[in-house]
Every structure is written in C-alpha cells, then in structure tokens.
C-alpha cells in the first residue's frame, strides 16, 4: 500500500456549518467553536504532562483535530486516525431497536467531525497526516510511532483490549490512554488501586441505553492490558475537565514499552 492510498488526502472545507467540533477549540482566522469537551485549560494534564517534541504521534480517534494540532503545536509530527462515514461505528447491537436511523446518524457526524477536522487543519497551517479506517484494522503502512494517544476512546469499543493490541503494535515508546471515572468512585490519590481492574458493561436493555458506549474501564484494568502488551512501566494521574459546561474527572495513564518492540508488518490483531 502506498502513501497515496494510506493517507487521506487533504479536503477543502469552508462553511463551518457543515463541520462539527468535538472539543472547543479557537481556530485561527475564525474564532472560538465549541464543542463537548473543552480541554483548553488542561489539556497538559489529559495528556499526562507527556512532552511531544519530535516525537512522531499517533493520535487515535482525532474527530476534529483538538489534540493533533495541540501536539504538533508542541513539536510532534502527528498521524490523525479516525473513522470516515463508510466506516463501521461500534454501535451496540439493541435487539428491540432498528439501528439504522442511529447508524445513519452517525455516519452522517462523522462526516461533520471529518469536516470539522479539515476546517481547521488548513486554518492552524498543519502538517498533520490523517489516516481512515477503524480501531481494529490500523494499516501496518502507517510504520513506528514513538507515542500512542488514545483520549476516551476505549469506552465506546466493543474490544478495548483488541483496540489496543492494535495501536501498540506501531508503538515503540510511549502510550497515553485517558478516560473517565464517576464521581461516586473519585478518591484520589489512590483511584486506580481502590477500583481494581474492573471492567463495567454500560449497555441496558431496559433502555437501550447508551448506543454509542460499552465499558467503564478502571485505571487498573488499562494497567493489566498495557502490561500484557509490554507496557509495564506505568503512571495513573486524575484531573478535571469541562464536559457541556460541567466538571467531569478523568484518568491519564500513561505507559512505557518495557518490553517487546513494534511489529508494524504483524496481521491485524495478532499483536
């Protein structure tokens, strides 16, 4: 597979009303656009305080871009990876619900979020690479990354552990996974011991809710998952973030490879 198959190709968009956003972010030439998650104020800590320069990243489940133009603010060389709407959204299955509409929904804020990205890749001037496709099938052409960024994105897949095997496979240093912990369950600063490696299933038929959500991972599990994938060497930090105007705390663990090395070549999955 070549460059030119692997990686999107830039798009012109320019009505903003044709994109959506994420996370609240200030576009250059535009202005302030909100979004869910306003992670302007701290975003250091989402990241684990982690430093980018020349550093090659790869940011899994970008939506419109916050994070990778954060980061290559910061000195990295950024790899975007998310879905487009041809894709298939982990959606759960409800048995007494016909998901097509939702599934049309979705496809079709994808396509927004996709918009949204390249409104503001061409407004921050980037030089970020993005490339399609879904957490479980990351194209080996992508090659080594030094750091993995996955930002809430394990909760809403159907195999978190799967999803990661997947993403590690390309990283050779250093991965961030941040997600986030109910308040009834906040008791800093020993979190990730006192939850244990819980994973909770989200999904209700009474319901049938949440659509787009699976799991609510503790830090602890994400530990025993980066550690079977040679990341043992770990860090759990908590902080607050801005959800739809509101505080919501979140974890940040922060791994490094101890063992193994990547094997980008390796199929799909098989690690």
């Known amino acids: 597979m070549s460059d030119a198959t692997t990686y999107a190709q ?10 959506s956003f994420y996370h609240t972010i200030d576009i ?4 302030l656009v909100e979004g869910q998650w306003d992670l302007r104020a701290g975003v250091r800590r989402y990241l ?9 990243v790869l ?10 133009f954060y980061m290559e603010s910061r000195g990295a060389e950024v790899v975007s990876y998310d879905l487009a709407p041809e894709h ?16 049309a929904e979705r496809r079709d804020l994808i396509r927004k979020l996709n918009n949204g990205y390249w ?7 980037s030089k970020a690479r993005m490339v399609h496709g879904t957490i479980y099938a990351i194209p080996a052409e992508i090659g080594p990354v030094d750091i993995a960024i996955c930002g809430s994105i394990l909760l809403h897949v159907r195999d978190p552990f799967l999803a990661l095997q997947n993403v590690l496979r390309l990283t050779s240093d250093t991965v961030i996974v941040t997600d986030s912990i109910p308040r009834r369950q906040f008791m800093l ?19 049938t809710q949440p659509r787009d959500a699976w799991w609510l991972l503790s830090p602890e599990i994400v530990r025993r998952f980066l550690g079977v994938l040679g990341f043992e060497d770990t860090t759990v930090s908590c902080h607050w973030q801005l959800h739809l105007g509101r505080k919501r705390l979140l974890y940040t663990v922060v791994g490094r490879r101890t063992k ?3 094997s980008p070549h390796a199929a799909d999955g098989a690690g």
């Open 10 to 19: 830039p798009r012109l968009i320019t009505d903003v009303r044709d994109c």
């Open 88 to 103: 298939h959204w982990d959606a759960v299955p409800f048995a007494s619900v016909d998901s097509r509409g939702y599934i």
């Open 28 to 31: 250059p030439g535009h202005g």
């Open 59 to 68: 940011d899994v489940g970008s939506a419109s871009g916050f994070l990778t």
């Open 260 to 262: 193994g090395a990547p």
């Open 48 to 56: 684990g305080d982690v430093p980018f320069v020349s550093k090659r």
């Open 119 to 125: 409104f503001c890749h061409r407004a921050f001037a």
């Open 189 to 207: 600063p020993w979190v990730g011991r006192l939850l244990g490696p819980k994973m909770t299933f989200l999904p209700k038929a009474q319901t």
